[in-house]
């Protein structure tokens, strides 16, 4: 089976995350399926899409190894595919959703997730910064203050504590955790097709605002970030299982 697979099951789009040996980090293959999955226009009996994950993890992330060859592009690029899929996408969050996996989670329009899940941006841990249309997606979900404790902080938040904040939709405990997400899946596909698709439209319309801030010199200054010496050794740390020496170059 392939790293990323998807099929059309009656109304719904099943998209399954599949490299559990890898913790579901995103590799520049999973990247471009993913992508794909959501490119693809829903064929007119879908009401709705679903991202679940194999394994005990969610998603962690971009992986490491190979996020040097890949850039910010083509995650911005997949998310954004999520992001504007025409009809509501449902993430079913079973465990950790760190970096890229929160991300991956947070485009969706709902998360119904594990009691025993967490969601984190860790890499102020390992020197590197969001891009801009990641941050942006934090500020419009979780609001200022959460953004800044999410990014500065770098420790994952439990599930619960998202829910109680309004950033996620449902959790319930481990075991109930599929009929909870089947549930909410049921009543999308109960609910007027184009309702839904004027709604997702409408909503992605009006929180466009944060686009025509101009930002070229916050995206010169993420990049020299990335570049940089700390990147280089937090990434190599964090590989070798060792604690970081960060020297502000």
Same mark, same amino acid.
């Given at each position: 089976?392939?790293?990323?697979?998807?099929?059309?099951?009656?109304?719904?789009?099943?998209?399954?995350?599949?490299?559990?040996?890898?913790?579901?980090?995103?590799?520049?293959?999973?990247?471009?399926?993913?992508?794909?999955?959501?490119?693809?226009?829903?064929?007119?009996?879908?009401?709705?899409?679903?991202?679940?994950?194999?394994?005990?993890?969610?998603?962690?992330?971009?992986?490491?190894?190979?996020?040097?060859?890949?850039?910010?592009?083509?995650?911005?690029?997949?998310?954004?595919?999520?992001?504007?899929?025409?009809?509501?996408?449902?993430?079913?969050?079973?465990?950790?959703?760190?970096?890229?996996?929160?991300?991956?989670?947070?485009?969706?329009?709902?998360?119904?997730?594990?009691?025993?899940?967490?969601?984190?941006?860790?890499?102020?841990?390992?020197?590197?910064?969001?891009?801009?249309?990641?941050?942006?997606?934090?500020?419009?979900?979780?609001?200022?203050?959460?953004?800044?404790?999410?990014?500065?902080?770098?420790?994952?938040?439990?599930?619960?504590?998202?829910?109680?904040?309004?950033?996620?939709?449902?959790?319930? @405990?481990?075991?109930?955790?599929?009929? %909870?997400? #089947? &549930?909410?899946? !049921? /009543? *999308?596909?109960?609910? =007027? +097709?184009?309702?839904?698709?004027?709604?997702?439209?409408?909503?992605?319309?009006?929180?466009?605002?944060?686009?025509?801030?101009?930002?070229?010199?916050?995206?010169?200054?993420?990049? @020299?970030?990335?570049?940089?010496?700390? %990147?280089? #050794? &937090?990434?190599? !740390? /964090? *590989?070798?299982?060792? =604690? +970081?020496?960060?020297?502000?170059?």
């Amino acid at each position: 089976m392939a790293k990323v697979d998807w099929r059309i099951d009656g109304a719904v789009r099943r998209v399954l995350l599949n490299r559990p040996e890898k913790r579901n980090a995103l590799d520049a293959e999973m990247l471009e399926l993913l992508a794909a999955a959501f490119i693809a226009p829903p064929q007119p009996e879908e009401r709705a899409a679903v991202i679940t994950a194999a394994g005990p993890v969610f998603c962690a992330g971009l992986d490491l190894r190979a996020r040097s060859e890949m850039g910010a592009s083509p995650i911005e690029r997949m998310l954004h595919a999520v992001e504007t899929y025409p009809l509501p996408v449902v993430a079913v969050v079973q465990g950790d959703a760190i970096a890229g996996g929160n991300e991956l989670a947070l485009h969706c329009d709902l998360v119904i997730a594990s009691s025993a899940a967490r969601f984190g941006m860790s890499l102020a841990q390992i020197g590197l910064v969001p891009s801009w249309f990641l941050a942006k997606k934090l500020l419009e979900v979780a609001g200022p203050a959460t953004t800044r404790k999410i990014l500065f902080l770098g420790e994952p938040l439990p599930a619960r504590r998202l829910y109680e904040l309004g950033i996620i939709a449902e959790v319930v @405990e481990p075991d109930r955790l599929e009929a %909870a997400a #089947e &549930g909410v899946l !049921a /009543r *999308l596909v109960a609910n =007027a +097709p184009l309702s839904l698709k004027a709604m997702k439209l409408l909503l992605l319309r009006e929180m466009k605002f944060r686009d025509g801030i101009a930002h070229d010199d916050v995206d010169r200054f993420l990049a @020299e970030v990335r570049q940089s010496a700390d %990147a280089k #050794e &937090g990434m190599a !740390a /964090r *590989l070798e299982k060792r =604690a +970081p020496r960060f020297a502000g170059r």
